[in-house]
């Protein structure tokens, strides 16, 4: 992932923000940067020699976890913020309004200390609050707002670090300190700012990763990810020419899956299935594009595609689906591994996703979860996508008292899907408010699968549970716009109780017309 185009700091909070999903935790660009470099020495020296590569990984492992120790005291916003003021003599000098968030060891006197401190670096103070540390009351927080040249502010923030009587102090973006009127999309073009990626299970970065020790491998999945990150709102999406390799790895997927399709999955998927079938999108010989998948889903839910470059933030993901689109990986995973890979691929995407997402009921219920995560908490977010995890993703369902699975993480990985419905993993009932703190990972297949009573049961489960999440304010998707309001005052609410009359007037209109003898 190219960081500077994959991130994009001026859509209201920086990414760090809203990736407080444990696994989604950004990595500095720091980190990032070492990481690299240490992975690059590693691949070299396993794409090139014979050494034991169990061994290498180890040792590099050791390397990896020390420097990320070293640099864990910057912050995303302070490299941002060093970065700026390296682009020339004019940044330097820009003016820069910033948050600092300070724990003070000694309360107000510490506080004075830092005041004239920023006087020092000639910055101005707009706003300060303090208020009792909340674990400990005989500290102080203090959120300070400065205005000072970029290079002052990074002098300050160091030379805070060090003064003893401060525990610590933390720089956030100026846009990124009300809780109480958070950033999210409103319009599907803003999603253009909602791709930021976990960089976690890549193939350049993680050393599990079937690809990783394979060069050509990984400038294919690199090239494919340039067309996500030049994507924008309205493109059509452009079409992929998947080589021979990548469409026989499809094949080879696919047919596994249309053999245990009937046996395995819910009838909601099979369904679906046959109709991407005999409309010819669905064949065993090629991967189908996602424009033309774009365009099925269009017809039949009003869902659409965009392509993404890899694995998603939970909250980005998710703020998506509000709007019905789905952001959707297009490179393949490795030819290695068929049965399952650690990251989503268009394999994941096409096969284990499409066909629910054409259902509509499904796809309303998507659409939900989406409206839902918009400017949620992060501990929210966290839940949301861990129920997601366990039923879109993992879930079981029982059709006429036989377990079936219809999550998409299983329906594109039959290696995966064969252990679901073994007796090796432990099935429990899907309870949603359980289910939301259970922990998992995503690089093997789980331990734990949760089981819904039946597929509508599930949807109307997550439905009531994530209907009462403590979000202090409603949304509503206008499909007219295509925007999404936040249901906040009385205008907006007569107008829309206004139109729905009219919608029920129309409906009690066709069910008394049915209902007329000349009908019959
Ligand atoms: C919401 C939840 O975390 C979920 O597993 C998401 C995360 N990010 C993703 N990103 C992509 N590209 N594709 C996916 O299917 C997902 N799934
Ligand atoms: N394991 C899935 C892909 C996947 C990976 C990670 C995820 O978060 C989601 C899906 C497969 O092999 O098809
Ligand atoms: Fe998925």
Redesign the pocket.
Known sequence: MDFNQGLNFQNGYPARRRSLVDDARFETLVVKQTKQSVLDEARLRSNDSSVDPEIEIDETQKVIENNGENDAGLTEEEVVLSNAISEGPEAEKALQRAALILRLREGMNSLSRVLKSIEKYQGSVCHLETRPNQNDTSQLDALIKVEMTRVSLLQLIRSLRQSSSLEHVTLIGEDNISAKNPWFPRHASDLDNCNHLMTK?EPDLDMNHPGFADKEYRARRKEIAEIAFAYNYGDPIPFIDYTETENKTWGS?FNTVLELMPKHACAEYCRVFKLLQEEGIFTSNKIPQLEEMSNFLRRHTGFSLRPAAG?LTARDFLASLAFRIFQSTQYV?HKN?P???????C??EL??HMPLLADPSFAQFSQEIGLASLGASDSEIEKLSTVY?FTV?FGLCKESGVVKAYG??????Y??LLHALSDKPELRPFEPAVTAVQPYQ??EYQPIYYVAESFDDMKDKFRRWVSAMSRPFEVRFNPHTGRVEVLDSVEKLESLVHQLNTEVLHLSNAINKMKMPSYQ
């Open positions: 299970y997927v694995l995973r591994t049965y399952h890979t650690p990251e989503p691929d394999i994941h096969l284990g995890w993703e998409a993480g299983l329906l594109s990985a290696g995966e995503d690089q």
